[in-house]
């Protein structure tokens, strides 16, 4: 059953003093609109772009968004910063209201949009647990029934009687989460506000939403932590400049989010003489080249290093790390190189054919003295991507796993 359905959304914000010199525009739209006409502002509003700098006092800061939600769903929006994910959760909430589109939800709603939502800081941790079981229309004996259940979770059982203006961001989060997520709402709207507590409360938090939606309510949930999103989330829609560029299942979602702001594959990098190349007075790199430059899954990978060595010692110890897209240190390794004459040494690392799963990898490089003393290190210092060659089987997702090995299996 859906229970969310938005359709062509869109809201205008207005940027600078937005009380300041605002008279015209306000009567220039009142002029338009008795005349049935156009809202004459809306043509010169810009895109929701940090990085650009517009000519126009007006944004959107969400532009013709749609996408349906169905019952029991775990939804992740994910996007950059700025993207207008916690602008629609706003107006999912009815915090603030659309410019224009259509929104139909069904079901009470429970929202925790920022630190200490919905709460009065001047009331006890007790006080305000009731005022926000009737904001969501619960009689007092509902309250009641899940009280103690609420206080257990949030670990605030102490500080319950105390005005929760006295409270630190963590105990806000802790009794904020508890309070919308016991409640039984029909639809639970979480943004980013998790972060601000510890790992223990995450990982409930977490566990928590995912009864949540066994007992077939809805969960929209923003955050920058892509785990959490991939374990919790059953779909997912990305958003970029205030519109949904991409929806589908939750790993597809952040695979796709991931692709787009990774940056640009560098498979080499190449200096002709110490004084271009990049490092420090001691360790200069010379070359790193990965060959072939787009491998297949099925392909050898070769990794060739080359660098000037100007430190005392005979022998440098070089060590690598192999980088997903979502930062996981895939393997590790490294090598002892003997120094040469002219203070150049090269040598190269074979990964074989049939082990890297498909996906944007990167290397971070670590140059370390025979005793480890550390002498330099270069972060994101080759990237690539290795592609699948072709399917011949009837699953069309990525294989799970950080690596792929082509194993042997015998049957007797």
Same mark, same amino acid.
């Given at each position: 059953m859906q229970v969310i359905k938005v359709e062509h959304l869109y809201k205008q914000y207005q940027l600078g003093q937005v009380s300041t010199g605002t008279i015209s525009h306000d009567l220039n739209r009142w002029f338009h609109k008795i005349r049935g006409k156009e809202d004459p502002y809306e043509k010169i509003t810009i895109d929701n772009a940090r990085e650009e700098k517009g000519n126009s006092n007006y944004?959107?800061?969400?532009?013709?968004?749609?996408? !349906?939600?169905n019952q029991g769903e775990v939804l992740g929006i994910i996007g950059r910063n700025g993207a207008g994910k916690s602008t629609l959760l706003k107006i999912l909430s009815k915090v603030t209201a659309p410019t224009k589109g259509n $929104?139909?939800?069904?079901?009470?709603?429970?929202?925790?949009?920022?630190?200490?939502?919905?709460?009065?800081?001047?009331?006890?941790?007790? %006080? /305000?647990?009731?005022?926000?079981g009737a904001i969501l229309g619960m009689t007092k004996n509902e309250i009641k029934s899940?009280?103690?259940? $609420?206080?257990a979770f949030s670990g605030v059982d102490k500080y319950i009687d105390t005005p929760v203006k006295r409270y630190s961001s963590g105990m806000y989060v802790r009794l904020a989460f508890a309070v919308a997520a016991h409640l039984e709402p029909e639809i639970l709207i979480v943004? %980013?506000?998790?972060?601000?507590?510890?790992?223990?409360? +995450?990982?409930?938090?977490?566990?928590? =939403?995912?009864?949540?939606?066994? +007992?077939?309510?809805?969960?929209?949930?923003?955050?920058? /932590?892509?785990?959490?999103?991939?374990?919790?989330?059953t779909s997912g829609i990305l958003m970029e400049r205030g519109s949904v560029s991409f929806s589908g299942t939750a790993d597809e979602t952040v695979e796709r989010y991931m692709k787009a702001n990774a940056d640009q594959l560098k498979p080499k990098i190449s200096y002709n003489t110490p004084l271009d190349a990049i490092g420090n007075e001691i360790i200069k790199i010379k070359h790193i080249e990965v060959v072939p430059s787009n491998p297949f899954i099925t392909d050898e990978i070769s990794i060739n290093f080359s660098f000037w060595?100007?430190?005392?010692?005979q022998e440098t110890n070089l060590a690598f790390d192999l980088i997903d897209l979502h930062e996981e240190v895939i393997f590790g390794t490294g090598f002892k190189f003997k120094k040469n004459g002219d203070n150049l040494s090269s040598a190269?690392?074979?990964?074989?054919?049939?082990? =890297?799963?498909?996906g944007i990898y990167t290397i971070n490089l670590y140059f370390n003295s025979? !005793?480890?003393?550390?002498?330099?290190?270069?972060?994101?210092?080759?990237?690539? !991507?290795?592609?699948?060659? %072709?399917?011949?089987?009837?699953?069309?997702?990525? $294989? /799970?796993?950080?690596?792929?090995?082509?194993? /042997?299996? !015998?049957? %007797?």
């Open positions: 944004v959107w800061a969400l532009k013709d968004v749609n996408f !349906e939600v $929104i139909k939800i069904r079901g009470r709603i429970a929202s925790l949009l920022e630190v200490g939502t919905g709460f009065h800081p001047e009331l006890t941790g007790r %006080e /305000n647990i009731f005022l926000n899940k009280f103690d259940e $609420i206080v943004d %980013e506000v998790l972060a601000v507590g510890d790992a223990e409360f +995450q990982k409930k938090c977490l566990g928590k =939403m995912k009864d949540v939606s066994s +007992q077939g309510r809805t969960v929209l949930f923003v955050s920058h /932590n892509l785990v959490a999103v991939k374990s919790l989330c060595n100007f430190s005392e010692d190269s690392c074979r990964i074989p054919a049939d082990l =890297m799963n498909d025979a !005793e480890m003393r550390p002498l330099y290190q270069l972060s994101n210092a080759v990237s690539f !991507e290795v592609a699948d060659k %072709e399917r011949n089987y009837a699953y069309f997702g990525k $294989i /799970n796993g950080a690596v792929r090995p082509k194993l /042997n299996w !015998e049957s %007797e």
